[in-house]
């Protein structure tokens, strides 16, 4: 038998080990593993939250931080924000005197992290970080939202902050807008532009059946 007749037998038996089993057996190893590293260090923590639900991180940028910010100018209040990552947008809300300050957040190498820059900003016991789902946060007491979490769960969450925000109080959205509500203002241009919307003209807006544009 020929080198290349060789070749070919020891290839056919290395398919022939694998086969349609082994094969099914290595998708499925590698499915888990995938999920394994999704679950344990991407989303750990967010096992009771349902997947269509679930928002990986990402940080806003520092002129997303700055475009809300400014759409929160001049406000105050209790000021939440709904998966807050690395605290950053509620150092920012804290030092502009948007107190107190709050961050919901599952992912608890995140909260360490949001904890750690706090202390490190002067601000340890000043701003809290709480491990809570966001939709399960009671937020009727809150004046300031900010928001930088996925298209896909937008209508959800415009119908928890609809049900619970008071009327004064102002939603502002990074990067993604409330496909049916109303924006005040908006402010910056692509992917650093934010939305900030008046729950008390929201709820007008809806109850004349208004069509999304900006009020101001
Ligand atoms: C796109 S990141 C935004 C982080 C931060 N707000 C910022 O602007 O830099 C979304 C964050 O929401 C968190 N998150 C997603 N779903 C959540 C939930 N149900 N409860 C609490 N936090 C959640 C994620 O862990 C992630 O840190």
Same mark, same amino acid.
Request: proline share 6%.
């Given at each position: 038998?020929?080198?290349?007749?060789?070749?070919?037998?020891?290839? +056919?038996? %290395?398919?022939?080990?694998?086969?349609? %089993?082994?094969?099914?057996?290595?998708?499925?190893?590698?499915?888990?593993?995938?999920?394994? !590293?999704?679950?344990?260090?991407?989303?750990?923590?967010? %096992?009771?939250?349902?997947?269509?639900?679930?928002?990986?991180?990402?940080?806003?940028?520092? +002129? +997303?931080?700055?475009?809300?910010?400014?759409?929160?100018?001049?406000?105050?209040?209790?000021?939440?924000?709904?998966?807050?990552?690395?605290?950053?947008?509620?150092?920012?809300?804290?030092?502009?005197?948007?107190? #107190?300050?709050?961050?919901?957040?599952?992912?608890?190498?995140?909260?360490?992290?949001?904890?750690?820059?706090?202390? /490190?900003?002067?601000?340890?016991?000043?701003?809290?970080?709480? /491990?809570?789902?966001?939709? /399960?946060?009671?937020?009727?007491?809150?004046?300031?939202?900010?928001?930088?979490?996925?298209?896909?769960?937008? #209508?959800?969450?415009?119908?928890?902050?609809?049900?619970?925000?008071?009327?004064?109080?102002?939603? !502002?959205?990074?990067?993604?807008?409330?496909?049916?509500?109303?924006?005040?203002?908006?402010?910056? +241009?692509?992917?650093?532009?934010?939305?900030?919307?008046?729950? /008390?003209?929201? %709820?007008?807006?809806?109850?004349?059946?208004?069509?999304?544009?900006?009020?101001?």
């Amino acid at each position: 038998m020929d080198t290349e007749a060789l070749d070919e037998l020891a290839g +056919q038996l %290395r398919g022939e080990a694998l086969g349609g %089993r082994g094969l099914l057996q290595l998708a499925a190893a590698t499915g888990l593993a995938a999920y394994a !590293v999704w679950a344990a260090v991407l989303m750990p923590g967010f %096992r009771r939250v349902p997947l269509h639900l679930q928002v990986p991180y990402l940080p806003s940028s520092a +002129q +997303q931080v700055a475009n809300v910010m400014a759409l929160l100018r001049g406000r105050s209040g209790k000021t939440a924000d709904l998966g807050s990552g690395d605290g950053r947008l509620v150092l920012e809300a804290h030092k502009q005197g948007l107190r #107190p300050a709050v961050g919901y957040e599952l992912n608890p190498w995140l909260l360490w992290f949001a904890k750690y820059r706090a202390w /490190k900003a002067g601000c340890h016991g000043q701003v809290s970080f709480l /491990k809570q789902d966001l939709w /399960k946060a009671n937020l009727s007491d809150c004046y300031n939202v900010t928001v930088f979490l996925a298209p896909s769960v937008k #209508p959800p969450l415009a119908a928890k902050l609809l049900a619970e925000l008071p009327d004064e109080a102002r939603v !502002v959205a990074g990067r993604f807008p409330f496909p049916s509500w109303t924006p005040s203002s908006t402010l910056g +241009q692509g992917l650093e532009q934010a939305w900030a919307y008046d729950m /008390k003209e929201v %709820r007008r807006m809806a109850r004349c059946g208004g069509t999304p544009g900006v009020t101001a």
